[in-house]
């Protein structure tokens, strides 16, 4: 178990709303990740954090923010919530285990439906 | 750019029978790292195995091992004796860099496996 949770996880929001996810660790990793997964598509990276205050942009990061004020919370802010940001978002550390070997532990997921 | 591959969408196996969930990669980068989750129904990402580029023998742990074929640049996952359990998508990626340098995974659109009793 490495500690991650995200909230909330689940959502149903309106069109142009401003929506905030939360994802919070309590092992003081490194990297954070935010993914979302579509059918078809895989997951795919949204934006990730190398740091506190430290973020970059994954491959679909329009319409998507991010902020890291502190090691334990990654948010990710969708500014202005359109229907092709129905998806579930998934929250991920990546840790490493001995030697060259990694893993990326995820969070539990949040569903959010844009009405 | 990295690409990762799954050409099954899907597998019917019998239960008790060894399976071999393809998965194929692209990337020019010479250290990466290949990983295998399981997502079940229930929507969780479960990792199962890992194996970066430079290990030499192939990684296993418990019923799971990694076909792993540099040349090929293909790592399939092997699962022996399937159970009902193991019914769930079944997920590709790699660890590679971003364009700064930092780590990022390359996931695949998965294989979904159902175990039939």
């Known amino acids: 178990d490495a500690g991650i949770t995200q909230s909330p996880r689940h959502k149903v929001t309106e069109t142009g709303t401003p929506v905030t996810l939360r994802c919070h660790q309590t092992?003081?990793?490194?990297?954070m990740y935010w993914y979302r997964q579509d059918p078809g598509h895989g997951l795919r990276l949204i934006h990730y954090?190398?740091?506190?205050?430290?973020?970059d942009k994954g491959e679909v990061s329009d319409g998507y923010s991010v902020s890291r004020s502190k090691t334990e919370d990654f948010l990710l802010t969708l500014e202005s919530a359109t229907s092709s940001q129905t998806s579930v978002y998934f929250c991920?550390?990546?840790?490493?285990?001995?030697?060259?070997?990694?893993?990326?532990?995820f969070g539990p997921g949040t569903r959010l439906t844009v009405t | 750019a990295q690409k990762i591959t799954q050409t099954q969408p899907g597998m019917f196996v019998q239960e008790k029978e060894a399976v071999t969930l393809d998965c194929t990669y692209d990337t020019s980068d010479q250290s990466y790292g290949l990983f295998w989750y399981k997502q079940p129904s229930s929507g969780e990402m479960i990792f199962l195995i890992y194996q970066g580029s430079y290990d030499e023998q192939n990684a296993t742990e418990g019923r799971y091992s990694l076909n792993f074929q540099k040349a090929r640049k293909s790592a399939n996952l092997v699962i022996s004796a399937s159970q009902l359990g193991d019914s769930a998508m079944y997920v590709c990626a790699m660890r590679g860099r971003t364009n700064f340098g930092n780590e990022k995974l390359t996931f695949g659109t998965g294989t979904r496996l159902t175990i039939i009793p």
């Open positions: 092992e003081n990793h490194r990297y």
């Open positions: 991920a550390i990546s840790d490493r285990r001995s030697g060259n070997s990694y893993e990326q532990y």
């Open positions: 954090s190398y740091g506190v205050k430290d973020t």
